[in-house]
């Protein structure tokens, strides 16, 4: 009986590492031929159903689920870039990925056709080893996932009114579209996802319970922006070498002023409208 319930357990892990990207095994290292995707692929749906485009660093293998992001290094010039894996293949014999036309241009083998490469999984455990600091922040989301602490710092228009304990916990789902996204301050959780919507490669925060709120994903910094009942909110999550700093301004609708919008010096100058701030709260949150 409990040899058989260590066999259980054991292929439940392999199936979470396998849809989850809750990386348990021995991340993959591959050496072989690389070749890249034709122009006539441009704007066809790839197996992941991501559009596809030979501007973007995509990559096909056969085996890999989708969303993992690989290191590959072209052996002859030492170049090497990040990829996400979105489509399967190559199948011709020997080959053991395909790239963008955009990833073989910066591994210098476009007028070759193919280049032998090393490929290698980057995982939240090596990701420190195998990339520099400024290539770890644009891994968003696999890298972000964990624990993250600290305290949150809340100030009104005269100074520092309180500081709150704060977590945010990311983690991979078994939907390769979706990561738990949750938020504590002091006792008080907040389970959250955070949603791609493969079509337009836009991300979102669904709080499910019925509000969806677009983000911004841009080069290591997530901004979105909306209105609650009278407040107007900005949150940003910058990810950095120290932490993922949150920052998170409120000001109310209500003091809307307008100005502008009348000539100036025979120049037409747009009407403004413009809110007080009354909040900000801020925090850098340590991995755990």
């Excluded at 992941?48 to 010039?77: C, D, E, M, Q």
């Excluded at 390769?176 to 002091?186: A, H």
């Excluded at 809307?256 to 801020?282: A, D, K, M, T, W």
């Amino acid at each position: 009986m409990i040899k058989h319930a260590i066999v259980l357990l054991a292929l439940a892990i392999i199936q979470l590492s396998n849809a989850g990207r809750v990386l348990f095994a021995q991340p993959t290292s591959q050496s072989g031929a690389a070749s890249y995707y034709a122009d006539a692929f441009n704007g066809r749906k790839t197996a992941s159903g991501i559009i596809f485009s030979n501007k973007k660093f995509y990559a096909a293998h056969k085996t890999l689920p989708f969303g993992t992001l690989l290191k590959v290094t072209n052996r002859s010039n030492k170049k090497w870039c990040v990829v996400t894996v979105v489509d399967r293949g190559p199948y011709i014999k020997g080959r053991i990925i395909d790239l963008s036309k955009a990833v073989a241009d910066s591994l210098g083998f476009t007028l070759s056709g193919t280049a032998e490469v090393l490929i290698e999984e980057i995982t939240i455990a090596n990701e420190q080893t195998l990339l520099p600091p400024v290539a770890r922040r644009l891994t968003f989301p696999y890298l972000w996932c964990g624990t993250w602490s600290g305290e949150l710092l809340v100030y009104d228009a005269q100074k520092l009114k309180m500081k709150i304990p704060m977590i945010l916990y990311i983690n991979p789902t078994i939907d390769s579209t979706r990561w738990e996204w949750m938020i504590q301050y002091d006792t008080i959780k907040r389970h959250y996802e955070l949603i791609l919507d493969t079509a337009t490669n836009v991300y979102a925060i669904d709080e499910k319970n019925g509000i969806v709120i677009p983000v911004g994903l841009f080069n290591n910094t997530l901004v979105s922006s909306f209105d609650v009942q009278d407040n107007r909110l900005n949150a940003i999550y910058r990810f950095t070498d120290g932490g993922i700093e949150f920052i998170i301004n409120s000001a109310s609708i209500s003091s809307l002023q307008l100005c502008g919008g009348e000539l100036y010096h025979n120049e037409h100058i747009p009407r403004v409208g413009s809110y007080s701030v009354s909040s900000y709260q801020e925090a850098l949150l340590k991995r755990e």
